[in-house]
């Protein structure tokens, strides 16, 4: 019985110094590397959830958004009780449909939204952010850094973003498969505003 019990504690030791020189994941890599990479993605299929929330209301929305370079369609299933809406880009702007509604069109998603549903969604900059990259159009700060490099926290146009999660996204190349690391939660706020999106997929097309 003793021989068991020493062979058992030995064991475990064993086992547990093999846990602890496991190696840790290495840094994805450098911020500018990422920051390149993620600014050259075009094109992508997402999946998920956008919860909204302001002082006296709160929804949330099923959310599939399809990017093609500059053209986008933003399917929003259920969206804070309107029904479905529907946003794409259009040749002169972008375009918001909502059954039992007239087509709504305007030059930019954020003011048709505002219309529609009464919520402020920054989709200009949320198609970098989505990124985990900050939008090229006006100042920012960087306020946080994961061990990675990537983006913790990050201040633009009077929102305040939270990185909370990130997805290792593979994308099949001439070259090979690749991985880029993309957000997979972000919580953005600003004033009483708070908007949480939470990818379920990412699918990146064959390059």
């Not at 939204?113 to 949320?126: D, F, I, K, N, S």
Request: charged fraction near 20%.
């Amino acid at each position: 019985m003793r021989h068991w019990k020493l062979l058992l504690g030995t064991t475990v030791l064993l086992l547990a110094a093999g846990c602890a020189q496991q190696p840790t994941i290495p840094p994805i890599e450098n911020w500018e590397a990422h920051r390149a990479a993620a600014s050259e993605l075009h094109s992508w299929t997402l999946s998920g959830k956008l919860g909204a929330r302001v002082p006296n209301d709160s929804g949330s929305a099923r959310v599939r958004w399809k990017q093609q370079h500059g053209d986008y369609r933003i399917d929003l299933s259920g969206p804070f009780g309107q029904g479905r809406i529907i946003i794409d880009t259009t040749a002169s702007g972008v375009r918001l449909r909502q059954g039992g509604e007239p087509p709504m069109e305007a030059a930019d998603a954020e003011s048709l939204l505002w219309q529609a549903t009464g919520w402020h969604l920054p989709v200009e900059e949320l198609t970098y952010w989505v990124r985990g990259i900050p939008a090229p159009n006006s100042e920012h700060d960087i306020l946080a850094r994961t061990e990675a490099g990537l983006i913790s926290q990050l201040r633009q146009r009077g929102w305040h973003l939270s990185y909370e999660e990130y997805q290792r996204v593979r994308q099949h190349t001439r070259q090979g498969v690749k991985t880029l690391p993309l957000p997979g939660r972000i919580v953005a706020e600003r004033d009483d505003t708070r908007l949480t999106l939470i990818v379920y997929d990412w699918a990146l097309p064959n390059t």
